[in-house]
Every structure is written in C-alpha cells, then in structure tokens.
C-alpha cells in the first residue's frame, strides 16, 4: 500500500468513525459537529474536503466532486450527511434553488418524491 492509500485508509476510517456517531433525526443522518457558520459538519477529515456532507457523497459514489459543481442536501439540512439527500448540481442550479428556496417549507410528500436516484431533471430544474 503506497503512502497516498494509507492516507485515504486512515481518513475512511476517521470519517467511518466520526459518520457512526451520527444523530438520526427522521430520515436525516447528522453529523456530530462541529460545524461552520451556515451548519455544514466540518472536520470530516477525508479526501481533502472539510465539508462532512461532501465526503459523505464522495464515498457514497465513489467519485469525485467536478469542477464548478455543489452537493445539495434535498432535507435543506446543512449537517444531514445522509448520502440518499445528497445530490450533485452545477454550482448555477444550486445558487438557483437556494435562492429560490426550492425546497425550504415543502411536505414530507413532495421530499419522497426527490428520494432516489437524482439528476437535475428529477429535480424539475433542468440542465445547467
């Protein structure tokens, strides 16, 4: 195992460890803080990213985050690091959601709706 596979095994590891101490709330996984000042867990210690929802959605795909694209968490909760609320958008279709406050004070039916496999067309906001 060469040194960048033992950094990537002792960061899953710490991630595996911080992610099971995870607080479930619904259908939302919270990670155990601490957070910055918009709520984001922070500290997740894995590939670089200090954003805990962004590791969470690497290791869940087992890719990495483009270029000029958001993790979006569907809950609208910041510290939810639950991977099936988190979707990859361009950084245009997140701004266009959080400023349009697409999710914010919608049901519990419309969420089930967004659970799944997602792509910006099952969000209704189209192609960047």
């Given at each position: 195992?060469?040194?960048?596979?033992?950094?990537?095994?002792?960061?899953?590891?710490?991630?595996?460890?911080?992610?099971?101490?995870?607080?479930?709330?619904?259908?939302?996984?919270?990670?155990?803080?601490?957070?910055?000042?918009?709520?984001?867990?922070?500290?997740?210690?894995?590939?670089?990213e200090p954003r805990a929802h962004r590791a969470a959605w690497r290791v869940a795909n087992g890719q990495q985050i483009p270029p000029g694209h958001d993790v979006h968490h569907?809950?609208?909760?910041?510290?939810?690091?639950?991977?099936?609320?988190?979707?990859?958008?361009?950084?245009?279709?997140?701004?266009?959601?959080?400023?349009?406050?697409?999710?914010?004070?919608?049901?519990?039916?419309?969420?089930?709706?967004?659970?799944?496999?997602?792509?910006?067309?099952?969000?209704?906001?189209?192609?960047?």
């Amino acid at each position: 195992m060469d040194v960048y596979e033992q950094q990537i095994a002792r960061g899953l590891g710490r991630f595996a460890e911080r992610s099971s101490r995870a607080i479930r709330e619904g259908d939302c996984l919270l990670w155990p803080g601490p957070f910055d000042d918009k709520g984001h867990g922070l500290g997740a210690g894995l590939f670089g990213e200090p954003r805990a929802h962004r590791a969470a959605w690497r290791v869940a795909n087992g890719q990495q985050i483009p270029p000029g694209h958001d993790v979006h968490h569907t809950c609208e909760r910041p510290a939810c690091i639950n991977p099936d609320h988190l979707v990859l958008l361009t950084h245009a279709q997140h701004s266009r959601i959080t400023a349009a406050g697409t999710f914010r004070g919608q049901s519990e039916r419309t969420l089930d709706n967004l659970r799944g496999p997602k792509s910006p067309e099952t969000l209704g906001i189209g192609p960047s």
